[in-house]
């Protein structure tokens, strides 16, 4: 009896400015390592595939690929398919799912009470952070990059993150759905 087979979405943290991660390039390395159904979204650090494999198993064999394949080196976040529903599902904001005004940012732990209140203490007015099973969602009306909250939210939220806006992270569920087959 084979394995069965999970959809993984893949979030490379760090992907952009001087920091590539070749899209086409990366899709084939993957496939050459034999994951299934690979497909990547966008130049800035997303892709997803299936495998038979445990997660931290996936994570440290694409790992090793982008190491060796394109010298990156930063942290690889990869939730299932059937966690990026549920953190779709427990979007604390249903009433803000415009595209690059919500973000969920994966995060490697648990961010402390005092990190979550000293941001909401920095936000501009109309901001919003809630934390719900280690995904910080944020409403920034007025774009990630003119937020208060935003040019704070790495350096103090005080774990390893990637974040995505709500229009990556609605395309990605679409392309991991596609990659469970």
Known sequence: MSKAKTAYILLFRGVGGATQLPTASLREALSEAGFENVATYINSGNAVLRSGLAREKVIASVAKICEARFGFTKAIHAPTLAVWEA??????????????????????????????????????????????????????????????????????????????????VLKLSELATKAAG
């Open 87 to 168: 953190l779709i599902a427990k979007n604390p904001f249903p009433a803000f799912k415009e595209g690059k005004h919500l973000h969920a940012a994966v995060l490697a732990g648990d961010p402390t009470q005092e990190a979550i209140d000293r941001l909401r203490g920095h936000a501009d007015v109309g901001e919003a952070i809630e934390v719900v099973s280690r995904v910080a969602y944020l409403h920034t009306p007025n774009g990630f990059g003119r937020s208060k909250l935003g040019e704070k939210f790495d350096k103090w939220i005080g774990v390893e993150n990637t974040a995505r806006n709500w229009n990556t």
